[in-house]
């Protein structure tokens, strides 16, 4: 059995060790992360090789590949997609339809599991509602419910003044929004002091992971003196803030459960962006050169806020400083 993909914590070992050591072996960098040496060596290949290599791309070329390329089997029109939803229509479980099949050695016939996903994707323009037993219109996990430990977070309660009054620069709060139907997002961070944007897009959608590669490819682009924290509400997508908190050594601050308008500058930024990217839009389908088109627009607005000064010219200032 073949051993899991490369997380994206395993992808920045191998960017630092490439960084410290350009000449490393691959078995020195595959005992840094506790792989086989061909894993390394074809992971970097495969990625810029050793001058070039990023994890945040790599990361996302990763997810990319993942995605699923053909079409769900019940996705096709044809006589066993016509089978299924008659019977689903008439009553019958998802796991009776199945035995049928199998009983009548149908080609292709689809695990019980694959009519249970095409019935809650809409896959076959049906209701779970008003074809499953259960009534339900979402699933529920199949494993027991589990008490999560989860890592204390730094509530923004503990925030130094000087991160609340803006009298320094280098404070930043990350936000997303969400594509139809929860395929898709952006991410955006914005500075507090100069109230400067900088968006990510993020055609995956925003499962942890993805979240982790959009976040360094963001804070990529910010100069290491004018990034000292960042300020989170309390999503899921943010499960992996350690490793952007270890990674570029900042501080993670996070708010109150369910008071996301704690951080309130990028709430009502995302007003804005809403403009261009309004709800019910597919995100995947942005560019990002089109959302650094955005970005400077929004960046290049004198703001009353600013006592009329553009966001984009503070920053700048702040750069040069």
């Known amino acids: 059995m073949p051993d899991a993909p490369l997380s994206l914590y395993e992808r920045e070992e191998i960017s630092i060790g490439l960084i410290e050591n350009p000449e490393v072996s691959w078995a020195g960098l595959a005992r840094r992360v506790g792989r086989h040496p061909t894993t390394i060596a074809r992971e970097v290949a495969r990625n810029g090789e ?4 990023r994890p945040a791309t790599a990361e996302q070329r990763a ?5 699923r390329c053909r079409p769900r ?24 339809i199945w035995a049928d099949l199998r009983a009548e050695r149908v080609e292709d016939t689809p695990c019980v599991e694959t009519i249970y996903q095409a019935v809650y994707t809409g896959v076959l323009g049906i209701k779970a509602s008003d074809c499953l037993r259960s009534r339900r219109r979402r ?3 199949r494993q027991a419910r589990h008490v999560r430990r989860r890592p204390a977070l730094s509530n923004i309660g503990g925030r130094p003044e000087k991160v ?7 404070h930043w709060e990350a936000d997303q929004i969400i594509g139809a139907g929860n395929r898709s997002s952006m991410l955006w961070l914005t500075e507090r002091v100069s109230r400067f944007l900088i968006p990510v897009t993020m055609p995956c959608g925003y499962a942890a992971e993805a979240v982790v590669a959009g976040l360094c490819e963001g804070l990529d682009r910010i100069p290491s003196r004018l990034l000292s924290s960042v300020t989170f509400d309390q999503g899921s997508e943010w499960a992996g803030w350690e490793i952007i908190a270890d990674t570029f050594g900042i501080d993670a601050w996070f708010c109150d459960p369910h008071s996301p308008w704690q951080r309130g500058q ?6 804005q962006i809403r403009w261009w990217y309004p709800r019910g839009i597919d995100l995947s389908l942005v560019t990002p050169h089109h959302a650094d088109q955005v970005a400077t627009i929004l960046n290049g607005q004198r703001r009353r806020s600013l006592d009329y000064q553009s966001p984009a010219a503070i920053y700048h200032a702040l750069t040069v400083q």
């Open 50 to 53: 050793r001058g070039r290599y």
């Open 63 to 67: 997810a990319e590949a993942r995605r």
């Open 73 to 96: 089997r019940l996705e096709t029109p044809g006589p066993l997609r016509d089978r299924v939803i008659g019977e689903l229509e008439a009553g019958r479980s998802p796991v009776a």
């Open 139 to 141: 699933r529920r996990p």
């Open 164 to 170: 609340n009054d803006r009298s320094e620069p280098g």
């Open 266 to 271: 990028i709430e009502n930024q995302n007003r």
